[in-house]
C-alpha cells in the first residue's frame, strides 16, 4: 500500500481481511488520519456496485 490519499501517511493498521463481495483484499485504517480504506481498487471496476446485488436504489445513478 502506498501513501494514504489523505495525508500522506504511511503506517496502516489491519481492520479486516475481505469484504462482503471481495475475498482477496483488506480494509485499512491509516494511522496518521485515522480514514478507512481498501488495500486494492484494481478489483473494483466500471459497474461493480451496480451489479453487486445490492438493494436497488435509484438514487445511485445521480451520483455519477
Do not use: W
Not at 43 to 48: A, K, V
Request: aromatic share 8%; proline share 2%.
Amino acid at each position: 500500500m502506498g501513501k494514504c490519499i489523505i495525508c500522506g501517511g504511511e503506517e496502516y493498521i489491519k481492520i479486516h481481511h475481505g469484504t462482503r463481495d471481495i475475498e482477496d483484499i483488506d480494509v485499512l485504517k491509516c494511522k496518521k488520519c485515522g480514514i478507512v480504506m481498501l488495500s486494492s481498487f484494481q478489483q473494483i471496476y466500471d459497474g461493480f456496485y451496480e451489479n453487486s446485488g445490492m438493494p436497488e436504489n435509484k438514487e445511485i445513478a445521480k451520483l455519477k
